[in-house]
Nanobody
């Protein structure tokens, strides 16, 4: 079993930065692949960034355009540094984990409860 707890969301003005954290516990094997997804009201959930084992591989949504960076620490907690935020980035951000690569389908097994990010113009 894997537990994921996100934090770090908040309200910022356009152009600002936020750093999201996801504290992960449980089987390291079951969370080899981790990712950040987001969902805005009335929109489908979309992948923001994904990572595999200490950044052996990373994935980013097309809309990121170099503004966000996904990373992990030695305890395999997950982070998302978001710079140059835009109002379109307003959404609930979720941490996800799976033993297999689910980036292209979004069908991760484990999910956190989400943290809200609001960007004002």
């Amino acid at each position: 079993q894997v537990q994921l707890v996100e934090s770090g969301g908040g309200s910022v003005q356009a152009g600002g930065s936020l750093r999201l954290s996801c504290v992960a516990s449980g089987s390291p094997y079951m969370r080899q692949y981790m990712a950040w997804f987001r969902q805005a009201p009335g929109k489908e959930r979309e992948g923001v960034a994904g990572i595999y084992r200490d950044a052996l591989a990373t994935y980013y949504g097309d809309f990121v355009k170099g503004r966000f960076t996904i990373s992990q620490d030695n305890d395999k907690n997950l982070y998302l540094q978001m710079n140059s935020l835009e109002p379109e980035d307003t959404a609930t951000y979720y941490c996800a984990a799976d033993p297999a690569n689910r980036w292209y389908t979004g069908s991760y097994t484990y999910w956190g409860q989400g943290t809200q990010v609001t960007v004002s113009s």
